[in-house]
DNA sequence: TAGATTGTTAATCGATTAACAATC
DNA sequence: TAGATTGTTAATCGATTAACAATC
C-alpha cells in the first residue's frame, strides 16, 4: 500500500497544516508558500515541502502552494472525506463531557454509540445518545459500522475493555485512560490523558510557586 | 539550571514511566528491572536507562530499581510534590466538561479558577467554581498564584486570550484549540485537541467503512 | 562466588535542515 | 526575462539501540 514507510511523526503534522490552510481559506486566501505555512504552525518550510512529497507534488514552482486544492488533497490523504461513526466507551464524569462536546459533530465525526456498566446509566439519554449497556457492545459496534473508539473508562478495566474493542474490530482508540494499552499490530492508539500532559508541564515551572 | 540540555522528548515520558511504577507499587511490587518497565510502557530497556542517567542513577546493579524510591525521584524530578492551582479559560461545553472532570485533583491539580466572557455564565457555578468574568483575569491570576491554564476557548479568539495569559503571567498551557498558538520563550504549551488527534488516526483506517 | 542488571559509551538509525537545480 | 518557490538530494543533527565494564 505504499502506507507503511511514511513516519507516523509527518502523519501528526499533516492535520496540523489542514487547520492553518482551513484558516487561510476563510481569510480568503488563494496560494500560500511553505514559507508562510511553516510560520504559521512553527515548522520549518523545508520539513513542510518534505512532508508533502511523501504524497505528490502539490505546489508550483514560484508561487506556492493553492490552498483549495491542497486541503483537498489533504482530506483525502487523511480520509476525511467521509463521517466517521464513534464509540465512547465509559460515560463517567469524562465521558459524559465529551459526550456533551459538539466539536466532534461539525468536524466530521460522529458520536453514535456510548456505552457503560452502570445498571443506573444504561437507558439515560445524553446530548440525544441513548446509554447502552457494554455486554451489546459486539452487536452495537457491528450494526453500526464503527471502526474508531474513545476510551473513558476508569485505568483499572482499560485493558479488559480494549481487548474486547478489539476484538470487535475496533481499529483506533483514543485513550483519555492513565496507562499504555497493549493492542495487536494494525490496532492504532493515541494517548490523550489531560494529567499525564500536565504533569509533563510542571517539568518547566518553577516549584513552591 | 542544566535543565535546557534534556530532550522534551525524555521529559514526556517521565510521567509514563511514573504511571507504570504507581500501578507496580498498587500491585506490592518493591523492585522493577529496565527491561520489565519498558516492557509495561513500551520502551526500550535501554531507553529508561538512558533517560533516567539523565537526572541521576537511581537503580541497583543485579537488582534493579526501588519503586517506591524512583516514585519519588521522579515526583520531585516533574515537581509534582505540591497542588498546582489551575485556571480554565472558556467555559463552553469542553470547558464545563473539563470542570466536572473529577481526575485532575486527584492527580495535584486543582482548579481553582474559571472564567469567561459570556455575561449568562459569569456569576453562575460548575462543581463548586463560580464563573467569573474575563476582564478579572489578570487580578484573579496573581491573588490565586496561577502558572498553569486549561485553554477551552473558540479557535477565534484562543490567539488573543493567550496574549492576555501570557502578560499575567502564566507559564503552561494545555490547549484544547485548534490551532497552534504564539508564546514567548519561555512559555510552554501542549496541544490537545481531540479532534486533532482522531484526524490523525484516520489517516490508518480504511475509508468508506 | 555466580548471576543479574545498571549506567554509560560508541554505533546505528532516522529525522531535520541546507542547498540548489528545475521550473512556474 | 527575472524573481520566486518548489521538490529532492546530500549533509547534519539528534535520538535510539547495542554492547559491556562496573558492581550489587
Known amino acids: 500500500m505504499g502506507k507503511q514507510e511514511i513516519p507516523d511523526i509527518v502523519i ?3 492535520p496540523v497544516y489542514l487547520q492553518a490552510l482551513n484558516q487561510l481559506l476563510r481569510e480568503g486566501r488563494g496560494v500560500v508558500s511553505s514559507a508562510e505555512l511553516g510560520h504559521i504552525v512553527d515548522v520549518s518550510a523545508a520539513q513542510i515541502r518534505k512532508d508533502l ?10 508561487s506556492g502552494y493553492n490552498v483549495i486544492s491542497l486541503i483537498h488533497n489533504l482530506r483525502a490523504i487523511l480520509n476525511l472525506n467521509q463521517i ?3 464509540v465512547i466507551v465509559g460515560v463517567g464524569n469524562l465521558g459524559q463531557a465529551l459526550l456533551k462536546y459538539q466539536g466532534f459533530s461539525r468536524k466530521g465525526f460522529e458520536i453514535v454509540l456510548a456505552c457503560d456498566n452502570n445498571p443506573e446509566l444504561i437507558g439515560t439519554s445524553i446530548s440525544g445518545i441513548e446509554i447502552s449497556d457494554v455486554r451489546n457492545l459486539a452487536a452495537d459496534i ?4 464503527i471502526q474508531m473508539a474513545i476510551l473513558t473508562v476508569p485505568a483499572g478495566c482499560a485493558q479488559t475493555v480494549t481487548d474486547l474493542l478489539v476484538n470487535y474490530g475496533i481499529k483506533a482508540i483514543l485513550n483519555y485512560a492513565p496507562l499504555v494499552l497493549k493492542v495487536p499490530e494494525g490496532v492504532h492508539v493515541i494517548n490523550i490523558d ?3 500532559k500536565l504533569q509533563t508541564l510542571t517539568y518547566y515551572l518553577n516549584a513552591e510557586d
Not at 512529497?53 to 514560484?62: A, P, T, V
Request: glycine letters at 18%; hydrophobic letters at 40%.
Open 84 to 86: 466517521w461513526p464513534v
Open 194 to 196: 489531560p494529567v499525564v
Open 53 to 62: 512529497s511523501f504524497f505528490g507534488g502539490f505546489g508550483k514552482q514560484g
Open 142 to 145: 457491528q450494526r453500526l459500522n
Open 12 to 14: 501528526q503534522r499533516l
